[in-house]
């Protein structure tokens, strides 16, 4: 019996630097530093602005002014908190700002930075922040597919699985289940297989995966 799963759409979304400022100069001068790097970055002048744009498979980070007219950043940090947005955000600010940035830290901001900024100082929080999403991407992926392997289980294997995670041995879990320890073997060997674990400790980590969402 094959326990080939579907293979699902492995293509990873560009990411993109979203600058939000309200301040032109600063705007430009932020894509021309981040371009002349290679990366690829999109602007705006408000919140409002980037709420209309955005969609939650959006990829990458949000370089965020604390401070705008209209919605201010930490208005929209907050409004992406409850979209479930999973971009990180690092915030400019003024020296008279760092107890708000502060404040956004607390609340899943990844970092800020106090204008007047240098540009290498600004270019390595964003790769730090860019690689953080991209593992944190990579993690939720690993979770989804790790999902699927678990609903792929029948009621049986899923209750061994659950047995084996629990750190039952195969007598203990032949015991409770009422089957004889050969059984639990083979549901043992079929669990391995349908989840595509090498070993015990690799099975343990693809289901706590499904269970724990990145921090």
């Known amino acids: 019996m094959s326990t080939n799963l579907p293979t699902p759409n492995t293509a ?9 400022d309200d301040d032109e100069a600063l705007r430009d001068s932020l894509v021309w530093l981040l371009e002349s790097t290679g990366l690829k970055v999109a602007s705006y002048p408000s919140a409002e602005a980037f709420l209309r744009a955005w969609t939650p498979d959006m990829s990458g980070c949000l370089v965020l002014d604390i401070r705008m007219p209209g919605m201010s950043g930490l208005e929209l940090h907050e409004k992406l908190n409850t979209l479930h947005s999973t971009l990180p955000v690092i915030f400019i600010t003024g020296h008279g700002d760092v107890p708000m940035a502060v404040t956004a830290l607390k609340k899943g901001a990844f970092d800020f930075i106090e204008k007047p ?3 290498q100082d600004m270019l390595h929080l964003i790769e730090q922040c860019l690689g953080r999403e991209r593992a ?4 939720r992926r690993q979770g989804a597919n790790a999902q699927r392997r678990i609903e792929q289980l029948t009621p049986r294997e899923r209750e061994v699985l659950d047995l084996i995670v629990a750190g039952r ?3 203990q879990i ?4 009422g089957i004889s320890i050969k ?3 083979v549901h043992r060997a079929r669990v391995m297989e349908k989840m595509g674990a090498n070993s015990l400790a690799e099975l343990v980590q693809n289901v706590l995966m499904t269970q724990s969402p990145p921090a």
């Open 174 to 177: 032949a015991d409770e289940l």
């Open 136 to 139: 944190e991407r990579e993690q």
């Open 12 to 20: 990873q979304p560009q990411q993109l630097v979203h600058i939000i």
């Open 169 to 171: 041995l195969n007598k």
């Open 183 to 185: 059984t639990v073997e």
């Open 117 to 119: 900024f240098h540009d």
